[in-house]
């Protein structure tokens, strides 16, 4: 699509909607009115139409997303490896968990079971070892998840090799990972009102962790990001998410890449 092309979407899209769903206070990162699922799928949008292109159908939106997913090739020995990567506070959690429901109880992997306090992203090499090589063989892969609360890791965990798997944290798009995935799935949020949402819902008590956590989040995407390689981009609207064409087949082998945020995130 041609760079006017490109403007006239974003248009659209902001005209069809600028309200965002209201943060949640409780969880993780779990933001609200999560129900229903829009699909536009902006490789078949004509943009340059005068009049905005109807959501898909109630209901519908979710089985589409899925139902593309499944049809992917393998990515990563059986297991096609779909990564849900975006700012902390942006609502991967809850959107995977959706994702997962509807792709038959996909496994899901969350990094915050893989990183530490002391690792918040020096977890590469452990990833790689006690998942991605085990399913890449089409075995269960076995890892022990991180205990926040105690600082120590727990007992060790299964992993099954299925045939879909989501990989669901800040980092799952990373430039070690990518071979291995079938799909980069980002979480189109502003950093900052991502992160305004995280800290509202962790509260008080984890504002030193959460000063912490945003220096090390903004050095991580400043050496190593995600978005530009993204599939697809997922916003969360008023009523549920819209899907759209990601940023990842317009970039070239020699082309230089900085993180950014995009366009704003509304619906």
């Not at 090390?216 to 190593?224: I, P, S, Y």
């Not at 087949?249 to 082309?255: D, M, V, Y």
Request: charged letters at 25%.
């Amino acid at each position: 699509m041609s760079e006017s092309g490109q403007v006239q979407c974003t248009v659209v899209r902001q005209l069809w909607s600028r309200r965002h769903a209201p943060a949640s206070t409780s969880g993780h990162a779990t933001p609200g009115n999560i129900g229903l699922l829009h699909w536009r799928d902006l490789a078949d949008l004509d943009c340059t139409e005068k009049s905005p292109i109807a959501p898909a159908p109630r209901g519908t939106a979710i089985r589409d997303l899925a139902s593309r997913l499944r049809r992917l090739p393998p990515s990563c020995g059986p297991v096609r490896l779909i990564g849900v990567d975006g700012h902390a506070g942006s609502g991967k959690s809850t959107f995977a968990r959706q994702l997962a429901r509807e792709l038959d109880g996909a496994p899901v992997l969350r990094l915050d079971d893989i990183a530490s306090h002391e690792e918040l992203f020096g977890w590469t090499e452990r990833l790689l070892t006690r998942v991605i090589e085990p399913l890449g063989r089409g075995e269960t892969a076995r890892y022990t998840p991180y205990d926040w609360h105690t600082r120590r890791f727990g007992p060790p965990r299964p992993l099954p090799s299925a045939p879909v798997v989501l990989l669901e944290g800040v980092g799952a798009g990373r430039r070690a990972l990518r071979p291995h995935l079938a799909h980069l799935l980002w979480m189109e949020l502003p950093r900052e009102e991502a992160w305004a949402r995280g800290r509202a819902r962790d509260g008080e008590e984890q504002r030193e962790f959460w000063d912490g956590w945003v220096r090390a989040e903004q050095r991580h995407f400043a050496e190593d990001p995600s978005r530009p390689f993204a599939d697809l981009l997922v916003r969360q609207c008023a009523e549920g998410y819209e899907v759209l064409s990601g940023p990842a087949g317009s970039i070239g082998p020699n082309q230089n890449i900085t993180q950014g945020d995009g366009p704003s995130a509304v619906c």
